[in-house]
């Protein structure tokens, strides 16, 4: 399996990386956690043996319908002030990443997607990221955690707009590769380390 969900330009086997899971496991999202029950509640050889399998399962295909589907538009409150149009992305390839403060998976994988957005951004690439938070907790955690690539704050409209890109058990962290075309190219579920971020991101970007 290779970890992502998504075409690669080489042709290779589909899958989806780890599922971290850190939202489901605090209770948050309840409506998940009755699909992994169930799942988890199976018979046969493909029926997922943990936690970690069934979720990695649930989020597949509820994302898969997604890939090669145009992104939908949006206009979120930048953390710094002003308003992000979606149209705005056209002509950069973006990993849009969903998270929030109290999410420890999504706080762990910050400082790499943070890499990422540096080395890829000179490339036609970049990192965005849609916090689905208060304004005033965002605010508190980017100020003792500053990062170098645009914030957006989420809210109602935020985990919508998460649920349309595929997220549909509203489970965090969750990322999705959007191409220069506007279009959804790649999903991943649960924590990204700095490889993985890049080998996702990484295909899309112009040649």
Known sequence: ?????????SGAPQGIHRF??????EGRFPMLALALAALLGGCGDDTPRTLEEAARKVTLEAARPVIDSPAPG??????DGGTFDSADLRGKVTLVNFWAPWCPPCVQELPELARVHVAVRSRGGQVMGIALAQPEDVLAFVADHPLPFPLLLGGREGQALARQMGDAHGALPYSVVIDAAGIIRAAHAGRLDEARADALITPFLPR
Not at 20 to 25: I, P, Q, S, Y
Not at 74 to 79: A, G, H, V, Y
């Open 1 to 9: 399996m290779t970890g992502d969900l998504g075409p690669r330009p």
């Open 20 to 25: 971290a899971c850190g939202a489901a496991a």
């Open 74 to 79: 949006f206009r979120l409150e930048r953390l």
